[in-house]
């Protein structure tokens, strides 16, 4: 039984159940990110519906994601305590730390029966390269968060990690559907994609300089400060849409799409480390500029699939 019947502490809300509290680490809002690229890479080189697509979405859908943000709720729990930009859509904090240790428990146990059954089917399709691809897609999330590895905290690696996060499954469905990474449909996207996400968790951790200080916890944005963590943003997301001007006609077009980015976030170049907390409304910009584009990704994916 997930449910939590628990009375609550006096003076404080109910605690959620276990699987309100599950469904909340796997950051239902970033479900799309993950599944989408699989899925549209995918179609785009095979163009039929099957085993692998299905699966291979399901997983990069819930399975993946809970994996991903769970396993960091656990092992961040006491700095995600001390942040205050933490809770609700960008990142559940259990306040209560008798309920948090059920959860974390909970977690740790969902991320094991939800990830390894598709993990280990998905792993006797297709080539050696994929089986080898998927994993280290795998070891790169658990390696984010996981003591001992920490990549989060190991500047510029943080960033890198991060992209792959969101990439991995697109680079999984090219190799799994045998498609050279080098070939000249494929190489723009996924460094371009790589370069967006780069951008993306650099300026997602300007907001968090201080914090992060006060913490003990390197990132990029720590060794480098506010300042110049948001023009590298500015630099990696240009670079993105210089490298997918190689694309043909019409996903040519999508060279456009980062640039909305480049405009959200040069609102912040004369951010200071102690004005870092200012870009959490760049951040929260991130988020739901993230739906628009996606659409327009969306529209030039089915125009590149009927051309």
């Known amino acids: 039984m997930l449910e939590s019947h628990d009375p609550a502490p006096t003076g404080r809300p109910p605690a959620p159940g ?9 950051r239902p809002v970033s479900w799309i990110n993950t599944a989408f690229p699989f899925a549209a890479a995918y179609l785009l080189v095979t163009r039929e519906v099957d085993a692998v697509l299905v699966v291979g979405t399901l997983f990069f859908l819930v399975p993946y994601n809970l994996l ?7 092992f961040d ?9 933490k809770g609700g859509i960008e990142g559940d904090v259990v306040r209560d730390r008798a309920h948090a240790r059920r959860v974390h428990r909970a977690i740790l146990w969902a991320c094991a029966i939800t990830v390894l059954p598709p993990f280990a089917w998905l792993l006797a399709q297709g080539s050696l390269a994929a089986g080898i691809t998927l994993v280290l ?3 790169g999330v658990v390696a984010y968060s996981a003591p001992g590895l920490r990549f989060k905290e ?6 890198l990690t991060s992209a792959l996060h969101f990439c991995g499954p697109l680079l999984y469905a090219l190799v799994v559907a045998d498609v050279p990474l080098l070939d000249d449909g494929a190489w723009p996207v996924w460094v371009a994609f790589i370069l967006w996400g780069m951008a993306s968790h650099a300026f997602g951790a300007v ?3 201080r914090a992060d200080r006060e913490g003990g916890i390197a990132s990029v944005a720590t060794v480098i400060g506010a300042r110049a963590t948001v023009w590298c943003a500015i630099a990696l997301y240009a ?3 210089l490298v997918l001007l190689a694309l043909p006609w019409p996903a040519t077009l999508s060279a456009v799409l980062p640039l909305a980015y480049v405009a959200s976030v040069a609102r912040f170049t004369r951010v200071t480390d102690e004005t870092c907390e200012d870009a959490n409304r760049g951040w929260r910009t991130f988020l739901w500029l993230n739906q628009p584009v996606g659409f327009a990704v969306t529209m030039l994916v089915i125009a590149t699939w009927k051309g």
Do not use: H, T
Request: charged share 20%; net charge negative.
């Open 207 to 209: 907001q968090d300089v």
């Open 77 to 85: 729990y006491e700095s995600d305590l001390a942040n205050p930009r």
């Open 68 to 74: 991903m943000y769970g396993i960091n709720d656990v």
């Open 154 to 159: 190991r500047p510029f690696l943080d960033s």
């Open 239 to 241: 670079a993105s849409s």
């Open 18 to 26: 276990l699987l309100v509290s599950l469904v909340r680490a796997s």
């Open 137 to 139: 897609v795998l070891f």
